[in-house]
């Protein structure tokens, strides 16, 4: 069985995050919530369509420019406040990860890679996971190319878990082989979002464990 893991919302608790990362680091150093969040998202274009994600440095580049904003200390603030943040992962991810062997584990995650792998060192979970795939792409992308790279045997299960409904659509190659779980904690930013095609709704990891074993998860070919 291979678990292809989604890490904002899912694993670390991205919503808490963010309200300590606004006040401990852009509030104390003269930044508004206006600015911040009139700051927060640049965008791209792909295959037509409009993406966004958060990138940490133009943000700070942004405000940095107001003259009531401390830009060198919002800088080192910043950093400062990067370096641990094992304190916003979820405890079962902990246990759920654990449970797991490592070689079993493929973190996937969407969004900015310096930012998210700086989130992911801070939370401090690297080491529990195979590999790291942080992109902005459709996260079933992300693992559909993964899958064709590694060559797991026709029966080995697959299993992803996200919060976010867009991610779990399944591509055509992943139809059949592919479990989906959507996780919506209460804590999760999206949880009001409803998702009409993941194989299974749940609201913590602990849970997901439980399917696991509870049915064995079968696939048919
Ligand atoms: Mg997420």
């Known amino acids: 069985m291979k678990i292809f893991i989604d890490f904002d919302d899912v694993i670390f608790n991205t919503g808490k995050f963010k309200e300590d990362f606004l006040d401990k680091v852009f509030i104390k150093n003269g930044a508004t919530r206006e600015d911040f969040a009139k700051t927060y998202y640049y965008f791209f274009k792909k295959n037509n369509q409009v ?23 919002l800088k080192k603030d910043f950093n400062v406040f990067m370096q ?6 979820f405890r079962d991810a902990i246990c759920f990860l654990r449970k797991n062997s490592k ?73 059949k082989r592919l479990i989906t779980f959507h996780l919506k904690r209460p804590e999760g930013r999206y949880k009001n979002l409803t998702c009409g095609y993941a194989d299974y709704e749940t609201k913590n990891l602990k849970e997901v464990s439980e399917i696991i074993k509870k049915e064995k998860i079968q696939i048919k070919f």
């Open 103 to 175: 070689h079993d584990l493929f973190l996937v995650s969407y969004g900015d890679p310096l930012f998210q792998k700086m989130k992911i060192n801070g939370a401090q979970i690297s080491g529990l996971f195979e590999k790291i795939i942080v992109g902005r792409f459709r996260k079933i992308d992300l693992i559909s190319r993964e899958v064709g790279k590694r060559n797991f045997s026709q029966d080995e299960k697959l299993i992803a878990i996200d919060d976010l409904p867009k991610h779990l659509r399944k591509t055509r190659e992943l139809k």
């Open 51 to 73: 993406n966004k994600y958060y990138d940490p440095k133009k943000q700070i580049e942004a405000l940095g420019k107001k003259e009531y904003v401390n830009k060198d200390k």
């Open 84 to 89: 641990d943040l094992k304190k916003y992962v």
